[in-house]
């Protein structure tokens, strides 16, 4: 919605297509579910590319603030 694209809400919705399965969608996917328009398919691909490496930015980032605490907690405790 926040794309423009809500005429595929329902659609999506139909199928299941949530976050998550959302980032696995290509091309033929997205057309298979009714998104006609090449440029509205271009547009929803670059969404997805781009918040599937925000998710990663951030699964890192709590990886390594994971590490800090595990290294933090290791040297507190040899004190």
Do not use: T
Not at 5 to 30: I, M, T, W
Not at 54 to 60: G, I, V
């Amino acid at each position: 919605e926040s794309l423009n694209l809500e005429q595929y809400v329902e659609e999506f919705s139909a199928h299941g297509v949530d976050g998550p399965r959302l980032l696995h969608l290509d091309g033929a996917k997205l057309k298979a579910l009714g998104v006609g328009s090449s440029q509205d398919r271009a547009v929803l691909k670059r969404k997805v590319k781009e918040l599937s490496a925000a998710a990663e930015r951030e699964r890192k980032a709590q990886e390594k603030a994971e590490k800090q605490r595990e290294k933090q907690k290791k040297k507190d405790q040899e004190q």
